[in-house]
């Protein structure tokens, strides 16, 4: 039996593969920083002869290009999808040996993309999974609308015809292997809490694509369709012109008058540690994305592109991963590093943030006056929120600052990662912010608040 071997990317949602016959190999979907792949392919004991792409991705830069030319590896991307850079172009229908035992048969899914494919692997004569990568998900399926409002409808009813399309041609044992839907904002509606693993024959009985008319779910499919990640729009461009494999030699270190210039000039300076830590006291100034979260995927949904970064962690380690975190969407330039302490990073006295609960708020609110201010998507706060919050998302909120009132301002999300980005941002501008670092779904209405619910 074919070994398929997941490369996860949590901070993105996303899956790679790697597939081999115990010899020979083929990867599905890399990510940019290939050392991974090459690591996994070293302890598995086998060559890699084989990269293929699902389609141009939104949400990070590739690696196939680099990966393929690394190992001389045969790179195989759709023939219809225009690209700067040699590759062997496949179409429907192609079947591409890649041993004696395993060979992937493509098959047109588009619905995510115009061009979309997906691979169906076999072991012999038998399909033992197919690469779907932002076609057919766990209980859902990609997202249509990223190619713009005139494509959305008619990617939509694409990707219903894709979806019923692999259910027809796949026996019902066949893995179904996506990239999306582990937490990537590519996921259209919502995914299965069970990520673990899933089958043609389990989505057949569970997920909406085959439990609903084409219309009742394409109806259903746009109406759910939420924001996504400002930094989608350079991706693309990226990986249809070849990106490389990026280096990731440390930055050049910051000092504490370099620190200071960056935050007055203002540059992003960026502090990693979690929320707890930079609670406790941080530069003024300095805004908290914590590597513990999603980093990457906040930092290019909310910096403006181009900006100088500099990143504040507490160790070179620290530092590094949220590094490799960048380049994945092509973020390769960093202005500086710094790692220690918050008092070695500046001269001035630390700030501290105040945390706190929404048991905390629900006594507070009987004494005096605080804005709340929810910074979830609207979709989430249109599905229950506290009654009187202000809804300012955390993407909007950098150009929203003005909507923000006077005061003291609590500020929580879902859990409080969104939540301390938000307040670290109103804290550098000034204002009196207040972190709930709380899990709003289990504790705002135990509190006691009052929650207005999704008529």
């Not at 996860?8 to 020979?24: K, M, N």
């Not at 070293?42 to 590739?62: L, P, S």
């Not at 009654?387 to 300012?392: D, L, P, S, Y």
Request: proline letters at 5%; aromatic letters at 6%; hydrophobic letters at 40%.
């Amino acid at each position: 039996m074919a070994t398929i071997i997941p490369i996860e990317t949590p901070s993105l949602g996303d899956r790679s593969y790697l597939v081999h016959d115990g010899s020979t190999a083929f990867v599905v979907d890399p990510q940019r920083d290939i050392d991974r792949v090459l690591d996994l392919a070293q302890q598995e004991g086998v060559t890699i002869t084989h990269v293929f792409e699902t389609h141009i991705h939104n949400d990070y830069v590739t690696g196939g290009l680099a990966l393929a030319t690394h190992v001389g590896a045969t790179y195989h991307v759709n023939g219809a999808d225009e690209v700067e850079y040699d590759r062997n172009p496949v179409t429907d229908g192609d079947v591409i040996a890649v041993s004696d035992r395993l060979s992937v048969r493509a098959i047109a899914t588009p619905g995510h993309t115009f061009t979309h494919l997906s691979y169906a692997v076999h072991d012999g004569d038998e399909a033992v999974g197919v690469f779907t990568g932002g076609s057919l998900l766990f209980g859902a399926t990609g997202r249509p609308d990223l190619l713009g409002p005139d494509h959305t409808e008619v990617l939509a009813r694409h990707q219903y015809a894709s979806a019923h399309r692999l259910a027809e041609e796949l026996p019902e044992s066949a893995q179904v292997l996506p990239t999306h839907g582990f937490g990537s904002f590519c996921s259209a509606g919502s995914t299965t809490e069970d990520t673990t693993a899933s089958t043609i024959g389990a989505e057949k009985r569970a997920n909406p694509a085959f439990r609903q008319s084409e219309d009742e779910w394409v109806r259903e499919t746009l109406d759910g369709l939420d924001a996504y990640p400002a930094y989608y729009v350079h991706m693309g461009p990226a990986n249809s012109s070849g990106p490389d494999a990026p280096t990731l030699a440390p930055p050049a270190p910051a000092d504490r008058e370099t620190i200071a210039r960056s935050i007055d000039a203002g540059e992003w300076v960026v502090d990693l540690r979690n929320r707890i830590a930079f609670a406790s006291g941080f530069v003024g100034g300095t805004l908290n994305l914590g590597i513990d979260g999603q980093f990457s995927t906040y930092v290019g949904w909310l910096m403006p592109w181009g900006t100088p970064l500099t990143l504040l962690g507490e160790s070179p380690e620290q530092v590094a991963e949220a590094q490799r975190e960048l380049v994945r969407i092509g973020i390769d330039q960093l202005a500086g590093s710094a790692t220690g302490e918050p008092a070695d990073w500046t001269d001035s006295a630390l700030r501290t943030l105040e945390r706190a609960t929404f048991a905390d708020l629900g006594q507070v609110r009987h004494h005096r006056r605080v804005t709340v201010l929810d910074v979830r998507r609207a979709s989430e706060y249109d599905d229950g929120h506290i009654e009187g919050a202000v809804n300012i998302p955390i993407h909007e909120l950098l150009d929203r600052l003005h909507d923000v009132p006077a005061g003291e301002v609590w500020v929580h999300c879902a859990t409080g990662y969104r939540a301390s980005i938000a307040a670290s941002v109103l804290a550098s501008q000034g204002h009196h912010a207040v972190l709930l670092d709380d899990d709003f779904d289990e504790q705002a209405a135990k509190s006691g608040l009052p929650i207005t619910e999704a008529a």
